[in-house]
Nanobody, 124 residues
């Protein structure tokens, strides 16, 4: 069992930065691939960035490459998403997820656990 709690969302102007954090509880955090997903109103949940259990593999959706960076700390049981050069189209609720394959899956259907989400709003 893994419980996830996101933090760090907020309102920022276009071009600004935010850092999202996800704190996990559970003894087996280091076995899980972790991902950040987002969901805008009226749209399906989409993957933003994922990271494998040992940080050896990271994958980003095309629209955030070069702007976002995902990282994890298996000792602290946290996963973070540094978001720079934010755009209005990045506005969404951001969710942290954990998947048991450990490799960083990009489909939300492969995730076993989710946080409650944190709102990110980017104004133009």
């Amino acid at each position: 069992q893994v419980q996830l709690v996101e933090s760090g969302g907020g309102l920022v102007q276009a071009g600004g930065s935010l850092r999202l954090s996800c704190a996990a509880s559970g003894r087996t955090f280091s076995n899980y691939g972790m991902g950040w997903f987002r969901q805008a109103p009226g749209k399906e949940r989409e993957f933003v960035a994922v990271i494998s259990w040992n940080s050896g593999r990271t994958v980003y959706t095309d629209s955030v490459k070069g702007r976002f960076n995902i990282s994890r700390d298996n000792v602290k049981k946290t996963v973070s998403l540094q978001m720079n050069s934010l755009k209005p189209e990045d506005t969404a609720v951001y969710y942290c997820g954990a998947e048991g394959y450990g490799v960083g899956m990009t489909s939300p259907d492969d995730y076993d656990y989710w946080g409650q989400g944190t709102q990110v709003t980017v104004s133009s």
